[in-house]
């Protein structure tokens, strides 16, 4: 009788251990979708974070909830719906990218996504106790616009956006006249020259106006400044030296300067190069420059193709093997 009953409480005991070990995987069987709000984001520089909340459609907390899960209504009246539509906490937040941004507060329904200034999309990901999974995707965008610089004491000529220093002077006043495709320009402005041997910023550095100087009078050729807003967005304007205004980036004699060409110009939206090329007569070896982006192939001939990474406006200049020099601005949408 003793192994009888003894044998009965093991049964008890296997039976228990196998409905718990059921319901478990009851629970577990018919994994959903996590819903996270938002679901997409595009992110520019001006924000560093946005809130994510998880859910399943419809999901609201319950009066009598424990703390560890959030239960789903239906009809409006509150009527609770089956265990597979609850969200079982701590939930685990992760990025794809960890060089693209991080996630605080990791645990509940919600977690604070904080970005870098890196460009790219990651990839939020959220589970619950029981598997059930959910994605954001973050789109991290640099600014949708563009600075134009001008000059305060005179613009040059020709289709490029150029001052002019005349002969005998050695500043030109530049300023930050406003932003072309979106919001901005904002302060503070960072102000920095291409090539530092014939100029520099004399004054204003940190303001949307400075003075740039040559460094020596009798300065001749050309040099580029650039501007940088606080959200990292720039702008270029071509110094010409000792030229007036009629002359300033004009072709000029053919002996001392190149013509040179960009296709296409603009760059549509989307595409990220163009094809420049010298267009008259020039002896090779030809040295390019592509300030603010960079050459994928042709150094050393007369045509390059130049990959332009973000929207903007980006100078380029050439010099072939007797010091003609020759430049352009290319912009892309």
Not at 29 to 36: A, C, F, K, R, S
Not at 91 to 98: F, T
Not at 208 to 213: E, G, L
Request: glycine content about 12%; proline content about 4%.
């Amino acid at each position: 009788m003793k192994k009888l009953l003894f044998g009965a409480m093991c049964l008890s005991v296997l039976v228990s251990a196998a409905g718990l070990f059921l319901t478990g995987c009851d629970e577990a069987e018919g994994l959903e979708l996590i819903v996270i709000t938002p679901t997409e984001k595009e992110m520019t520089t001006r924000e560093t974070t946005v809130w994510l909340t998880a859910s399943f459609p419809g999901a609201t907390k319950q009066s009598g909830d424990d703390t560890n899960s959030t239960s789903t209504t239906t009809g409006g009246l509150g009527d609770p719906v089956d265990a597979n539509d609850i969200l079982h906490l701590p939930l685990e937040w992760s990025v794809a990218n960890g060089s693209l941004g991080h996630i605080i507060g990791s645990g509940g329904t919600s977690a604070l996504y904080v970005r870098t200034p890196n460009t790219g999309v990651n990839r939020v990901t959220v589970k619950d106790q029981y598997g059930n999974v959910g994605y954001s995707d973050i789109r991290q965008m640099v600014e949708q616009y563009r600075l134009e610089l001008t000059a305060v004491s005179g613009t040059a000529s020709n289709n490029l956006n150029a001052a002019y220093i005349p002969a005998g002077a050695v500043t030109a006043t530049l300023r930050v006249s406003s932003a072309i495709g979106g919001d901005g320009p904002t302060a503070p402005f960072t102000w920095s020259v291409v090539f530092p041997t014939r100029g520099y910023i004399l004054a204003g550095q940190g303001s949307d106006t400075v003075v740039y100087r040559t460094t020596s009078e009798g300065e001749t050729g050309f040099n580029v400044v650039q501007c940088t807003d606080a959200y990292g967005v720039t702008g270029t304007i071509v110094i010409q030296l000792g030229e007036d205004g009629d002359d300033a980036g004009g072709a000029g004699d053919a002996d001392t300067s190149l013509t040179v060409s960009a296709d296409p110009n603009p760059i549509l939206s989307g595409d990220n190069q163009s094809t420049v090329s010298v267009t008259s007569a020039g002896v090779a070896p030809y040295t390019w420059t592509v300030v603010g982006g960079t050459i994928a192939s042709g150094q050393g001939t007369s045509s390059i193709v130049m990959q332009t990474p973000v929207p903007g406006d980006y100078f380029v200049s050439v010099v072939d093997d007797e010091g003609r020099t020759g430049h352009i601005t290319v912009t892309q949408d």
